[in-house]
């Protein structure tokens, strides 16, 4: 009989802790999960022109709003009532500081230290390839807010809160790649946290090599990039290839050797052709990284006197990351949101994304 009730009791107290930690979130594109996290997004505010529009998220409560670091960055923090925490990054506030960080483009390793001022230097990792490079400017907005962010997660982990989305539209979702990749790597972050992210409207992080390690640590559908096929800021930034941006094995490795190996007329013109080909791509990757990182880094010095100048890398191939959810515009969508020759941004706003979302998977976003 005393045995009976031990082994119930060790049952009880055994599916209630199972219980305790069940999983509540699962991968793959949850477009109910994806419209209430407009909504918080629409709260912590894309553009000082943009108007909340939506009702506010369901079963959710924000617990904390980040002060403003870095160039102008934010972020919010909501708990769900089914005990999942949703870290907002905001994105671009319509400041001239919040433009520049998207300007301040150069390239940068995925791996380094990025020294805010005198006090405050970041040492960050966002994928193990040492060919891997980011976007220095969004870099400045991880180093701004990861330590904050890390705190809130070791204290609500702490409380029993295991499960985080990561959520960002525009640069707040190009910013959340950057985050979750940090959050991947970091020293002091639970092992058995479950992140999911939604990079919503996102413009693109970082190189080939930097996407192949994010799609790789979000497999099977837990790193989600959505987007609206009108909207053209998820094509930026500017993306330039070159043969150097190519895997360490490839036909340009030793490619004048191997023209070397041909005859005389043979050989003058595949090189004459093959210069031609490889020399403008170099010199433009070569202005981009001048123009969109050493110049832009001495603007960006105005706002952080004592911030310091990274190691730009001579490469400007950017590509998309996340596993791509594409909201395709659907009939009326033209009509209701029609380009008048100024609004440049028609397709890139919460409005678009959460129509779109509503037509195609019939939830209420609103």
């Not at 809130?152 to 982990?157: A, E, S």
């Not at 009326?332 to 706003?349: L, P, S, T, V």
Request: charged share 20%; aromatic share 14%.
């Amino acid at each position: 009989m005393g045995f009976r009730i031990s082994l119930i009791c060790f049952l009880f107290l055994f599916l209630g802790r199972e219980k305790s930690f069940a999983q509540h979130l699962s991968p793959h594109f949850n477009p109910v999960e994806y419209g209430e996290l407009l909504k918080m997004g629409d709260r912590l505010v894309d553009t000082p022109w943009t108007k909340v529009r939506s009702t506010a998220p369901r079963d959710c409560k924000l617990v904390y709003r980040s002060p403003e670091t870095g160039l102008v960055n934010s972020w919010d923090l909501w708990l769900r009532e089914d005990s999942v925490a949703i870290i907002v990054i905001r994105g671009t506030n319509g400041t001239n500081t919040s433009w520049l960080e998207n300007f301040y483009a150069g390239m940068i390793p995925a791996q380094g230290t990025v020294k805010l001022n005198d006090s405050t230097s970041f040492p960050y990792k966002v994928a193990e390839n040492p060919r891997a490079y980011v976007h220095a400017g969004w870099m400045i907005g991880v180093a701004a807010m990861a330590p904050d962010i890390v705190s809130k997660i070791n204290t609500y982990y702490r409380q029993g809160i295991h499960e985080f989305i990561i959520f960002g539209h525009s640069q707040g979702g190009a910013i959340a790649f950057l985050l979750r990749s940090y959050l991947q790597y970091a020293e002091g972050i639970p092992k058995n946290i479950i992140f999911k992210t939604y990079n919503s409207a996102a413009p693109k992080p970082g190189n080939l090599y930097y996407a192949y390690d994010y799609d790789y640590i979000t497999r099977d559908g837990w790193g989600l990039r959505v987007v609206n096929a009108r909207d053209w800021v998820p094509e930026t930034p500017f993306s330039l290839q070159t043969s150097h941006d190519f895997n360490t094995v490839n036909p340009f490795t030793d490619i004048k050797g191997a023209l070397k190996k041909q005859k005389w007329p043979v050989r003058g013109a595949l090189n004459y052709v093959y210069g031609r080909l490889d020399r403008p791509s170099k010199r433009a990757a070569r202005r981009m990284q001048r123009i969109l990182g050493k110049i832009a880094y001495k603007r960006v010095q105005k706002i952080l006197p004592e911030y310091q100048r990274p190691d730009f890398v001579n490469s400007h191939n950017y590509t998309p990351a996340g596993t791509p959810v594409i909201l395709y515009p659907v009939a009326g969508y033209d009509e209701k949101f029609a380009f008048d020759g100024k609004n440049i941004f028609i397709h890139h706003m919460f409005e678009p994304y959460r129509w779109l979302l509503e037509q195609i998977y019939h939830v209420d976003a609103d």
